[in-house]
Protein backbone atom coordinates (compact mmCIF):
# COMPACT_ATOMS: atom_id res chain seq x y z
CA UNK A 1 0.00 0.00 0.00
CA UNK A 2 0.97 3.45 -1.01
CA UNK A 3 0.17 6.83 0.14
CA UNK A 4 0.76 9.87 -2.15
CA UNK A 5 -1.57 13.11 -2.71
CA UNK A 6 -2.71 14.96 -5.93
CA UNK A 7 -3.98 18.44 -6.75
CA UNK A 8 -7.35 19.04 -8.22
CA UNK A 9 -9.66 21.93 -8.39
CA UNK A 10 -13.10 22.12 -7.40
CA UNK A 11 -16.18 23.25 -8.64
CA UNK A 12 -14.84 27.17 -8.24
CA UNK A 13 -11.61 27.00 -9.32
CA UNK A 14 -9.95 26.31 -6.32
CA UNK A 15 -6.93 23.96 -5.78
CA UNK A 16 -7.13 21.35 -2.86
CA UNK A 17 -5.06 18.32 -2.02
CA UNK A 18 -6.48 15.43 -2.52
CA UNK A 19 -5.08 12.19 -0.47
CA UNK A 20 -4.62 9.11 -3.13
CA UNK A 21 -3.70 5.12 -1.99
CA UNK A 22 -2.28 2.93 -4.42
CA UNK A 23 -3.27 -0.61 -3.45
CA UNK A 24 -3.26 -3.75 -5.46
CA UNK A 25 -7.09 -4.62 -4.76
CA UNK A 26 -9.71 -2.85 -3.58
CA UNK A 27 -12.74 -4.47 -2.13
CA UNK A 28 -16.10 -2.20 -1.72
CA UNK A 29 -18.31 -3.17 0.35
CA UNK A 30 -18.40 -5.13 4.43
CA UNK A 31 -21.30 -7.56 3.45
CA UNK A 32 -20.91 -11.58 3.28
CA UNK A 33 -19.53 -11.34 -0.25
CA UNK A 34 -17.09 -8.19 0.03
CA UNK A 35 -15.30 -10.15 3.45
CA UNK A 36 -15.24 -13.52 1.59
CA UNK A 37 -13.59 -11.98 -1.22
CA UNK A 38 -10.93 -10.42 1.09
CA UNK A 39 -10.59 -13.42 2.31
CA UNK A 40 -10.38 -15.75 -0.10
CA UNK A 41 -7.68 -13.25 -2.16
CA UNK A 42 -5.76 -12.95 1.18
CA UNK A 43 -6.01 -16.70 1.28
CA UNK A 44 -4.50 -17.22 -2.09
CA UNK A 45 -1.20 -14.63 -1.67
CA UNK A 46 -3.15 -11.45 -2.52
CA UNK A 47 -1.38 -9.09 0.37
CA UNK A 48 -2.02 -5.60 -1.01
CA UNK A 49 -5.76 -5.58 -0.35
CA UNK A 50 -8.00 -2.90 1.29
CA UNK A 51 -11.69 -2.68 2.22
CA UNK A 52 -13.51 0.63 2.41
CA UNK A 53 -17.06 0.48 3.97
CA UNK A 54 -19.55 2.75 6.35
CA UNK A 55 -18.91 0.05 9.10
CA UNK A 56 -18.62 -3.60 9.54
CA UNK A 57 -22.11 -3.48 11.50
CA UNK A 58 -23.83 -1.40 9.19
CA UNK A 59 -24.68 -3.51 5.97
CA UNK A 60 -27.37 -5.60 5.20
CA UNK A 61 -25.48 -9.31 5.78
CA UNK A 62 -25.28 -8.86 9.12
CA UNK A 63 -28.20 -6.75 10.62
CA UNK A 64 -30.61 -8.55 8.26
CA UNK A 65 -33.16 -11.37 9.62
CA UNK A 66 -36.37 -13.27 9.06
CA UNK A 67 -38.11 -16.35 10.22
CA UNK A 68 -35.98 -18.71 8.72
CA UNK A 69 -33.09 -17.28 6.97
CA UNK A 70 -31.95 -19.24 3.84
CA UNK A 71 -28.36 -20.22 2.68
CA UNK A 72 -28.91 -21.65 -1.07
CA UNK A 73 -26.73 -23.95 -2.31
CA UNK A 74 -25.83 -26.90 -4.08
CA UNK A 75 -27.56 -29.86 -2.54
CA UNK A 76 -25.14 -31.85 -0.28
CA UNK A 77 -27.85 -34.53 1.40
CA UNK A 78 -30.01 -37.36 0.47
CA UNK A 79 -30.26 -39.62 -2.38
CA UNK A 80 -31.35 -37.28 -5.09
CA UNK A 81 -28.65 -36.18 -7.36
CA UNK A 82 -27.49 -32.73 -8.50
CA UNK A 83 -24.61 -31.12 -10.18
CA UNK A 84 -23.44 -27.96 -11.15
CA UNK A 85 -25.43 -27.65 -14.52
CA UNK A 86 -28.43 -28.40 -12.38
CA UNK A 87 -28.36 -25.44 -10.33
CA UNK A 88 -26.92 -22.72 -13.33
CA UNK A 89 -30.21 -23.78 -14.72
CA UNK A 90 -32.52 -23.19 -12.46
CA UNK A 91 -30.74 -19.58 -11.59
CA UNK A 92 -31.13 -18.75 -15.16
CA UNK A 93 -34.39 -20.00 -15.17
CA UNK A 94 -36.31 -17.28 -13.20
CA UNK A 95 -34.76 -14.60 -16.29
CA UNK A 96 -32.82 -12.22 -14.73
CA UNK A 97 -29.78 -13.80 -14.17
CA UNK A 98 -27.03 -14.09 -16.63
CA UNK A 99 -26.22 -17.23 -17.67
CA UNK A 100 -22.42 -17.58 -17.45
CA UNK A 101 -22.74 -15.87 -13.91
CA UNK A 102 -25.21 -18.71 -13.08
CA UNK A 103 -23.10 -21.11 -14.37
CA UNK A 104 -20.04 -19.88 -12.29
CA UNK A 105 -22.22 -19.13 -8.88
CA UNK A 106 -23.28 -22.97 -9.60
CA UNK A 107 -19.82 -24.18 -10.07
CA UNK A 108 -18.58 -22.82 -6.60
CA UNK A 109 -21.53 -23.04 -4.66
CA UNK A 110 -20.14 -26.60 -2.36
CA UNK A 111 -17.06 -24.61 -2.48
CA UNK A 112 -17.80 -21.06 -0.57
CA UNK A 113 -20.53 -23.10 1.44
CA UNK A 114 -17.63 -25.68 3.03
CA UNK A 115 -15.41 -22.50 3.42
CA UNK A 116 -18.16 -21.42 5.59
CA UNK A 117 -17.96 -24.44 7.62
CA UNK A 118 -14.24 -24.24 7.96
CA UNK A 119 -14.63 -20.55 9.45
CA UNK A 120 -16.92 -22.06 11.91
CA UNK A 121 -20.57 -21.08 11.03
CA UNK A 122 -22.65 -24.02 12.51
CA UNK A 123 -24.96 -25.34 9.34
CA UNK A 124 -26.99 -28.53 10.24
CA UNK A 125 -25.61 -31.49 9.67
CA UNK A 126 -27.07 -34.75 10.51
CA UNK A 127 -25.28 -38.00 12.49
CA UNK A 128 -23.18 -39.17 9.32
CA UNK A 129 -22.06 -35.68 8.58
CA UNK A 130 -24.66 -34.98 5.34
CA UNK A 131 -25.08 -31.08 5.79
CA UNK A 132 -29.38 -30.86 5.83
CA UNK A 133 -30.92 -29.46 3.58
CA UNK A 134 -35.04 -28.93 2.87
CA UNK A 135 -36.92 -27.39 -0.26
CA UNK A 136 -37.52 -23.80 -0.66
CA UNK A 137 -39.85 -21.43 -3.53
CA UNK A 138 -40.02 -23.20 -6.44
CA UNK A 139 -36.65 -25.65 -6.48
CA UNK A 140 -37.32 -29.07 -6.47
CA UNK A 141 -34.36 -30.04 -4.63
CA UNK A 142 -33.28 -29.96 -0.67
CA UNK A 143 -30.71 -27.20 -1.63
CA UNK A 144 -31.62 -24.50 1.02
CA UNK A 145 -30.23 -24.62 4.99
CA UNK A 146 -30.65 -22.01 7.82
CA UNK A 147 -29.13 -21.84 10.96
CA UNK A 148 -31.62 -19.53 12.27
CA UNK A 149 -33.08 -16.14 11.56
CA UNK A 150 -30.08 -14.47 11.19
CA UNK A 151 -28.08 -16.89 9.50
CA UNK A 152 -26.26 -13.93 7.07
CA UNK A 153 -25.11 -12.01 10.63
CA UNK A 154 -23.04 -15.69 11.81
CA UNK A 155 -21.49 -15.90 8.61
CA UNK A 156 -19.76 -11.98 8.49
CA UNK A 157 -18.94 -12.75 12.05
CA UNK A 158 -16.98 -15.57 11.09
CA UNK A 159 -15.49 -13.62 8.36
CA UNK A 160 -14.66 -10.44 10.00
CA UNK A 161 -13.08 -12.80 12.32
CA UNK A 162 -11.05 -14.25 9.75
CA UNK A 163 -10.38 -10.59 8.19
CA UNK A 164 -9.06 -9.79 11.45
CA UNK A 165 -6.70 -13.22 11.76
CA UNK A 166 -5.50 -12.40 8.21
CA UNK A 167 -4.80 -8.66 8.74
CA UNK A 168 -6.63 -7.39 6.06
CA UNK A 169 -6.88 -3.33 6.55
CA UNK A 170 -10.56 -2.46 6.54
CA UNK A 171 -11.55 1.70 6.47
CA UNK A 172 -14.27 2.20 7.99
CA UNK A 173 -16.27 5.21 8.65
CA UNK A 174 -16.13 6.08 4.71
CA UNK A 175 -18.54 5.59 1.48
CA UNK A 176 -17.48 5.31 -2.13
CA UNK A 177 -19.15 8.34 -3.89
CA UNK A 178 -17.49 7.43 -7.58
CA UNK A 179 -15.61 4.94 -9.14
CA UNK A 180 -12.44 5.61 -11.13
CA UNK A 181 -12.34 3.95 -14.94
CA UNK A 182 -9.44 3.64 -17.07
CA UNK A 183 -10.09 3.40 -21.10
CA UNK A 184 -9.47 0.29 -22.52
CA UNK A 185 -10.01 -0.34 -26.29
CA UNK A 186 -13.17 0.88 -27.07
CA UNK A 187 -14.59 0.29 -23.39
CA UNK A 188 -13.21 0.81 -20.13
CA UNK A 189 -12.65 -0.88 -16.53
CA UNK A 190 -12.97 0.04 -12.90
CA UNK A 191 -9.14 1.20 -11.52
CA UNK A 192 -10.09 2.37 -7.95
CA UNK A 193 -12.43 5.17 -6.79
CA UNK A 194 -13.26 7.94 -4.84
CA UNK A 195 -14.49 7.93 -0.85
CA UNK A 196 -15.60 10.28 1.65
CA UNK A 197 -15.90 10.65 5.22
CA UNK A 198 -18.18 11.64 7.36
CA UNK A 199 -16.84 15.00 7.70
CA UNK A 200 -17.34 15.27 4.01
CA UNK A 201 -13.08 15.31 2.83
CA UNK A 202 -12.17 13.51 -0.27
CA UNK A 203 -10.20 10.95 -0.66
CA UNK A 204 -9.00 8.49 -3.95
CA UNK A 205 -8.29 5.33 -4.12
CA UNK A 206 -5.94 3.48 -7.12
CA UNK A 207 -6.34 -0.14 -7.45
CA UNK A 208 -5.51 -2.63 -10.17
CA UNK A 209 -8.54 -4.71 -9.24
CA UNK A 210 -11.83 -3.50 -7.77
CA UNK A 211 -14.17 -6.14 -6.27
CA UNK A 212 -17.86 -4.29 -6.07
CA UNK A 213 -19.56 -5.90 -3.23
CA UNK A 214 -22.56 -3.12 -2.43
CA UNK A 215 -25.28 -4.94 -2.33
CA UNK A 216 -28.85 -4.56 -3.98
CA UNK A 217 -30.45 -1.59 -4.61
CA UNK A 218 -31.47 -0.56 -1.30
CA UNK A 219 -30.87 3.27 -1.59
CA UNK A 220 -32.25 3.43 -5.25
CA UNK A 221 -35.88 3.90 -3.95
CA UNK A 222 -38.10 6.07 -2.07
CA UNK A 223 -40.09 3.44 -0.59
CA UNK A 224 -38.04 0.45 0.42
CA UNK A 225 -37.95 -2.50 2.74
CA UNK A 226 -34.52 -2.24 3.58
CA UNK A 227 -33.38 0.27 6.53
CA UNK A 228 -31.82 2.92 6.40
CA UNK A 229 -28.32 2.30 7.02
CA UNK A 230 -28.52 -0.30 3.91
CA UNK A 231 -28.44 1.78 1.50
CA UNK A 232 -26.33 -0.09 -1.12
CA UNK A 233 -23.94 1.76 -3.81
CA UNK A 234 -25.15 0.47 -7.23
CA UNK A 235 -25.85 3.34 -8.48
CA UNK A 236 -22.10 4.74 -8.53
CA UNK A 237 -21.27 1.95 -10.66
CA UNK A 238 -24.45 2.26 -13.26
CA UNK A 239 -23.15 5.99 -12.97
CA UNK A 240 -19.53 5.06 -14.56
CA UNK A 241 -21.06 3.06 -16.91
CA UNK A 242 -21.81 -0.64 -15.70
CA UNK A 243 -23.88 -2.85 -17.36
CA UNK A 244 -26.42 -3.68 -14.85
CA UNK A 245 -28.33 -7.49 -15.06
CA UNK A 246 -31.61 -8.78 -14.00
CA UNK A 247 -32.20 -5.05 -11.57
CA UNK A 248 -35.45 -4.79 -9.99
CA UNK A 249 -37.14 -2.12 -10.23
CA UNK A 250 -39.75 -0.42 -7.94
CA UNK A 251 -43.32 -1.34 -7.96
CA UNK A 252 -46.46 -2.66 -6.25
CA UNK A 253 -49.10 -4.29 -6.65
CA UNK A 254 -52.50 -5.01 -4.49
CA UNK A 255 -52.69 -8.73 -5.34
CA UNK A 256 -50.01 -10.70 -7.09
CA UNK A 257 -50.00 -14.59 -7.65
CA UNK A 258 -46.73 -16.62 -9.09
CA UNK A 259 -47.86 -19.76 -10.35
CA UNK A 260 -45.45 -22.32 -10.27
CA UNK A 261 -44.76 -22.21 -14.02
CA UNK A 262 -43.71 -18.40 -13.35
CA UNK A 263 -46.57 -16.73 -14.74
CA UNK A 264 -47.25 -13.66 -12.73
CA UNK A 265 -50.77 -12.49 -12.29
CA UNK A 266 -51.42 -8.54 -11.18
CA UNK A 267 -54.67 -6.44 -9.56
CA UNK A 268 -54.85 -3.56 -7.79
CA UNK A 269 -51.83 -1.37 -9.29
CA UNK A 270 -51.41 1.30 -10.54
CA UNK A 271 -51.21 2.34 -14.53
CA UNK A 272 -47.36 2.64 -13.55
CA UNK A 273 -47.19 -0.99 -11.86
CA UNK A 274 -48.85 -2.60 -14.46
CA UNK A 275 -46.55 -1.11 -17.01
CA UNK A 276 -43.47 -2.21 -14.90
CA UNK A 277 -45.17 -6.22 -15.27
CA UNK A 278 -45.36 -5.11 -18.78
CA UNK A 279 -41.99 -4.65 -19.76
CA UNK A 280 -40.72 -7.63 -17.81
CA UNK A 281 -42.54 -9.84 -19.17
CA UNK A 282 -41.64 -8.39 -22.67
CA UNK A 283 -38.17 -9.47 -21.72
CA UNK A 284 -38.76 -12.52 -19.65
CA UNK A 285 -41.45 -14.41 -21.27
CA UNK A 286 -38.98 -15.03 -24.31
CA UNK A 287 -35.87 -15.65 -22.72
CA UNK A 288 -38.66 -18.69 -20.53
CA UNK A 289 -39.53 -19.95 -24.22
CA UNK A 290 -36.02 -20.22 -25.53
CA UNK A 291 -34.74 -22.39 -21.93
CA UNK A 292 -38.05 -24.64 -22.13
CA UNK A 293 -36.64 -24.94 -25.69
CA UNK A 294 -33.48 -26.07 -24.66
CA UNK A 295 -34.04 -28.14 -22.32
CA UNK A 296 -37.11 -29.48 -24.17
CA UNK A 297 -34.40 -30.70 -26.57
CA UNK A 298 -32.37 -32.42 -24.20
CA UNK A 299 -35.40 -34.16 -22.38
CA UNK A 300 -36.60 -35.58 -25.96
CA UNK A 301 -33.64 -36.98 -26.69
CA UNK A 302 -33.51 -38.91 -24.15
CA UNK A 303 -36.93 -39.81 -23.85
CA UNK A 304 -36.64 -41.04 -27.65
CA UNK A 305 -33.46 -42.89 -26.25
CA UNK A 306 -35.88 -44.98 -23.52
CA UNK A 307 -38.33 -45.29 -26.29
CA UNK A 308 -36.19 -47.06 -28.35
CA UNK A 309 -35.41 -49.38 -26.18
CA UNK A 310 -38.91 -49.79 -24.73
CA UNK A 311 -39.87 -50.62 -28.66
CA UNK A 312 -36.42 -53.32 -28.92
CA UNK A 313 -37.63 -54.78 -25.63
CA UNK A 314 -41.24 -55.45 -26.79
CA UNK A 315 -40.06 -56.68 -30.04
CA UNK A 316 -38.70 -59.22 -28.60
CA UNK A 317 -40.97 -59.85 -26.43
CA UNK A 318 -43.34 -61.30 -29.75
CA UNK A 319 -40.90 -64.44 -29.34
CA UNK A 320 -43.22 -65.37 -26.51
CA UNK A 321 -46.73 -65.73 -27.28
CA UNK A 322 -47.97 -64.01 -23.96
CA UNK A 323 -45.92 -61.00 -25.55
CA UNK A 324 -46.83 -60.83 -28.67
CA UNK A 325 -50.56 -61.41 -26.94
CA UNK A 326 -50.39 -58.52 -24.51
CA UNK A 327 -48.63 -55.97 -27.40
CA UNK A 328 -52.00 -56.98 -29.22
CA UNK A 329 -54.05 -56.28 -26.82
CA UNK A 330 -51.90 -52.42 -26.28
CA UNK A 331 -52.62 -51.72 -29.65
CA UNK A 332 -56.05 -52.31 -30.07
CA UNK A 333 -56.84 -50.05 -26.80
CA UNK A 334 -54.36 -47.93 -28.39
CA UNK A 335 -52.26 -47.70 -25.18
CA UNK A 336 -48.67 -49.03 -26.99
CA UNK A 337 -45.63 -47.16 -27.62
CA UNK A 338 -46.50 -46.16 -31.22
CA UNK A 339 -49.95 -44.47 -29.70
CA UNK A 340 -47.67 -42.63 -27.11
CA UNK A 341 -44.95 -41.40 -29.94
CA UNK A 342 -48.00 -40.23 -32.10
CA UNK A 343 -49.55 -38.18 -28.66
CA UNK A 344 -46.66 -36.69 -27.97
CA UNK A 345 -45.52 -35.86 -31.75
CA UNK A 346 -49.12 -33.68 -31.39
CA UNK A 347 -48.22 -32.11 -28.18
CA UNK A 348 -45.25 -30.95 -29.71
CA UNK A 349 -46.80 -29.82 -32.76
CA UNK A 350 -49.58 -28.00 -30.86
CA UNK A 351 -47.11 -26.09 -28.40
CA UNK A 352 -45.82 -24.63 -31.42
CA UNK A 353 -48.58 -23.39 -32.96
CA UNK A 354 -49.72 -22.44 -29.37
CA UNK A 355 -46.40 -20.51 -29.12
CA UNK A 356 -46.55 -18.80 -32.57
CA UNK A 357 -50.65 -17.88 -31.82
CA UNK A 358 -49.34 -15.90 -28.73
CA UNK A 359 -46.44 -14.36 -30.48
CA UNK A 360 -48.30 -13.59 -33.09
CA UNK A 361 -50.50 -11.54 -30.91
CA UNK A 362 -47.70 -10.11 -29.12
CA UNK A 363 -49.38 -11.26 -25.82
CA UNK A 364 -46.43 -10.40 -23.96
CA UNK A 365 -46.17 -6.83 -24.97
CA UNK A 366 -49.56 -6.70 -23.89
CA UNK A 367 -51.47 -6.33 -20.47
CA UNK A 368 -53.90 -9.55 -20.57
CA UNK A 369 -50.65 -11.26 -20.26
CA UNK A 370 -50.86 -10.11 -16.50
CA UNK A 371 -54.44 -8.97 -15.87
CA UNK A 372 -57.75 -9.07 -17.10
CA UNK A 373 -58.09 -5.51 -16.04
CA UNK A 374 -59.31 -3.13 -18.61
CA UNK A 375 -56.46 -0.87 -19.29
CA UNK A 376 -58.84 1.93 -19.53
CA UNK A 377 -59.82 1.93 -16.12
CA UNK A 378 -55.98 2.20 -14.89
CA UNK A 379 -55.23 4.77 -12.10
CA UNK A 380 -52.50 6.45 -10.61
CA UNK A 381 -51.04 5.93 -7.69
CA UNK A 382 -52.27 9.30 -6.45
CA UNK A 383 -55.97 8.11 -7.28
CA UNK A 384 -55.31 4.79 -5.56
CA UNK A 385 -54.39 5.96 -2.84
CA UNK A 386 -56.92 8.65 -2.42
CA UNK A 387 -59.64 6.56 -2.92
CA UNK A 388 -58.64 3.18 -0.68
CA UNK A 389 -58.26 5.86 2.19
CA UNK A 390 -61.56 7.53 1.61
CA UNK A 391 -60.16 10.72 1.01
CA UNK A 392 -57.84 10.81 4.45
CA UNK A 393 -54.76 11.01 1.99
CA UNK A 394 -54.56 13.02 -1.72
CA UNK A 395 -51.25 11.42 -2.80
CA UNK A 396 -49.25 8.73 -2.06
CA UNK A 397 -45.87 11.04 -1.02
CA UNK A 398 -48.53 12.49 0.98
CA UNK A 399 -49.74 8.63 3.07
CA UNK A 400 -46.01 7.73 2.96
CA UNK A 401 -44.55 10.88 4.88
CA UNK A 402 -47.66 9.48 7.70
CA UNK A 403 -46.82 5.79 7.31
CA UNK A 404 -43.21 6.49 7.85
CA UNK A 405 -44.05 7.76 11.59
CA UNK A 406 -46.05 4.34 12.30
CA UNK A 407 -44.52 1.38 14.11
CA UNK A 408 -47.54 -0.74 13.56
CA UNK A 409 -47.75 -2.38 10.46
CA UNK A 410 -52.15 -2.73 11.25
CA UNK A 411 -52.08 0.75 11.32
CA UNK A 412 -51.04 1.36 8.14
CA UNK A 413 -52.81 -1.41 6.58
CA UNK A 414 -56.03 -0.16 7.92
CA UNK A 415 -55.76 3.58 6.52
CA UNK A 416 -55.20 1.74 3.64
CA UNK A 417 -57.35 -0.78 3.03
CA UNK A 418 -60.36 1.34 3.85
CA UNK A 419 -62.29 1.16 0.96
CA UNK A 420 -62.27 -1.87 -1.12
CA UNK A 421 -62.07 -1.12 -5.13
CA UNK A 422 -63.14 -3.50 -7.70
CA UNK A 423 -60.07 -5.39 -9.49
CA UNK A 424 -58.47 -5.54 -6.50
CA UNK A 425 -58.64 -9.35 -6.41
CA UNK A 426 -59.40 -12.15 -9.06
CA UNK A 427 -63.04 -11.68 -7.64
CA UNK A 428 -66.07 -10.85 -10.23
CA UNK A 429 -64.06 -11.01 -13.61
CA UNK A 430 -65.71 -13.53 -16.07
CA UNK A 431 -63.04 -16.22 -17.58
CA UNK A 432 -61.11 -15.51 -20.27
CA UNK A 433 -62.69 -15.64 -23.93
CA UNK A 434 -60.29 -16.76 -26.37
CA UNK A 435 -62.28 -17.89 -28.97
CA UNK A 436 -59.69 -17.75 -32.09
CA UNK A 437 -57.34 -19.70 -29.48
CA UNK A 438 -55.70 -23.07 -31.53
CA UNK A 439 -57.00 -26.08 -29.65
CA UNK A 440 -55.24 -29.20 -29.01
CA UNK A 441 -56.06 -31.60 -31.98
CA UNK A 442 -57.21 -34.89 -29.82
CA UNK A 443 -57.21 -37.91 -32.08
CA UNK A 444 -57.39 -40.69 -30.48
CA UNK A 445 -57.74 -43.16 -33.07
CA UNK A 446 -60.32 -46.32 -34.09
CA UNK A 447 -60.25 -49.64 -33.21
CA UNK A 448 -59.06 -50.00 -37.67
CA UNK A 449 -56.38 -48.07 -37.04
CA UNK A 450 -55.02 -49.90 -33.79
CA UNK A 451 -55.36 -53.35 -35.75
CA UNK A 452 -53.67 -52.08 -38.44
CA UNK A 453 -50.60 -51.08 -35.90
CA UNK A 454 -50.87 -54.66 -34.31
CA UNK A 455 -50.87 -56.54 -37.64
CA UNK A 456 -47.35 -57.60 -37.11
CA UNK A 457 -47.97 -58.80 -33.32
CA UNK A 458 -51.09 -60.39 -35.38
CA UNK A 459 -49.45 -62.50 -37.80
CA UNK A 460 -46.42 -63.37 -35.30
CA UNK A 461 -49.16 -64.81 -32.60
CA UNK A 462 -50.64 -66.78 -35.25
CA UNK A 463 -47.34 -68.23 -36.44
CA UNK A 464 -46.36 -69.04 -33.22
CA UNK A 465 -50.00 -71.13 -32.25
CA UNK A 466 -49.55 -72.80 -35.92
CA UNK A 467 -45.96 -73.61 -34.95
CA UNK A 468 -46.56 -74.94 -31.13
CA UNK A 469 -49.96 -76.89 -32.55
CA UNK A 470 -47.71 -78.22 -35.04
CA UNK A 471 -45.42 -79.32 -32.57
CA UNK A 472 -47.48 -80.69 -29.79
CA UNK A 473 -49.21 -82.53 -32.66
CA UNK A 474 -46.15 -84.31 -34.02
CA UNK A 475 -45.41 -84.95 -30.73
CA UNK A 476 -48.37 -86.70 -29.51
CA UNK A 477 -48.37 -89.00 -32.50
CA UNK A 478 -44.70 -89.92 -32.03
CA UNK A 479 -45.45 -90.63 -28.42
CA UNK A 480 -48.79 -91.99 -28.22
CA UNK A 481 -48.68 -95.10 -26.30
CA UNK A 482 -51.84 -96.48 -27.06
Known amino acids: ?25 LVIGSGAAGLNAAVQLASHG ?38 PALLAETYYAGGSMHGDLALVEASLSARAFLHLVDLGVPFPRDPYGQFIGYKTDHDPRQRATSIGPYTSREMCRALIREVQRLGIPVREGVTAVHLLTVAEGDSSRAAGAVIANARGALEAICAENVVFAVGGPGGLYRASVYPEVQTGAIGVALLSGAKAQGL ?25 GFDIFRR ?30 AGAAERLSFASPTGAFRAIASAICRTDLAAHRRLMDRARQYRETFIGWLRGMDIFGSFAWLTPTDPETFLTDDQLVEKRTGGEFKTSQEY ?29 FPFLDLPGMPRFPDRPGTLLAGLGSSAVGAGLLLVEAVLLFYLGYIAFIRYDVR
Open 400 to 428: EAWAAKQTDWRTRWGVLNKVKLPGDSPEG
Open 248 to 272: PEGYSCWWCSTNRDGVVEVYGSSGA
Open 280 to 309: RAMASEPIRLEYADNRGASQKAYLDSLARQ
Open 1 to 25: MRRDRVSVKDGRGRTTAVPVTWVHT
Open 46 to 83: IEDLLIVTEGLQKGTSINTGSDKQTYYKLSLCGAEADA
